[in-house]
């Protein structure tokens, strides 16, 4: 059965409290890999609290490089709750592409994985690689961070194309992102019986309530 969302809150809160009501539902899979709502959750607030440790803070963009994997999209909800706003970023794209939006959006950070990491030589931004900060990880809190989250604050940034010349980053607000994912997890009824599939790019502007309309929804995210 379909439950109506109404609650303004952002996305990635409404995502915790989904984690409390269906703590052994998969969340997410990737192959053989899953997490289910509580492991995806507490994954989440451990990054944020190591995030916040390293410095970002409400205001800041913070990009994420890690494909299509569970490692993005928990990177993308530690961004939120270290209340900073997250780039998501494309490997097909050109080094050069990459190095301008890092620049052009002043990232503070780069959260990468795996061969993700390579080619970011030229960037000022801090990289903070998850394949190595994986056991330290696990020593943080996994309750949720003390950060306020504005609801006019920049939820993430998206670059466009650039086919009409120099690609430009479009900021998007938490209270715009919740109204869209609202309306979509209503519109589709989805709920936790429903598995949606991702094939898109996390670069692209329409994939990101893709993302987070079946984790709102208590459904199964797969990538």
């Not at 507490?42 to 994420?64: K, M, S, T, W």
């Not at 994985?113 to 330290?136: M, P, Q, V, W």
Request: aromatic share 8%; proline share 4%; glycine share 6%.
């Amino acid at each position: 059965m379909s439950r109506s969302i109404t609650h303004p809150l952002p996305v990635c809160r409404q995502i915790a409290l989904q984690a409390g009501l269906t703590p052994k539902v998969v969340a997410v899979s990737h192959g053989e890999r899953t997490f289910s709502y509580r492991m995806l959750n507490e994954r989440v607030n451990q990054l944020g609290h190591y995030l916040i440790e390293r410095g970002l803070r409400p205001g800041d963009f913070a990009a994420v490089h890690c494909g299509r994997t569970p490692e993005a999209v928990i990177a993308m909800l530690a961004i939120q709750k270290a209340g900073a706003a997250y780039l998501p970023m494309d490997s097909l794209y050109p080094v050069a592409r990459l190095e301008y939006m890092l620049a052009d959006s002043g990232a503070r950070m780069v959260v990468t994985c795996g061969d993700y990491a390579e080619g970011f030589s030229e960037t000022s931004s801090t990289i903070i690689h998850l394949d190595t900060i994986d056991a330290e990880l696990g020593t943080f809190n996994k309750n949720e961070p003390d950060v306020s989250i504005d609801a006019e604050s920049a939820f993430s940034i998206i670059y466009t194309s650039g086919s009409t010349g120099q690609s430009k980053g479009a900021i998007i607000r938490h209270d715009a992102f919740e109204n869209l994912v609202t309306w979509y997890v209503n519109v589709l009824e989805l709920d936790s019986n429903d598995s949606v599939f991702l094939i898109t790019s996390l670069a692209f502007d329409l994939t990101q309530k893709n993302i987070y309309a079946p984790l709102v929804a208590g459904a199964s995210l797969r990538l």
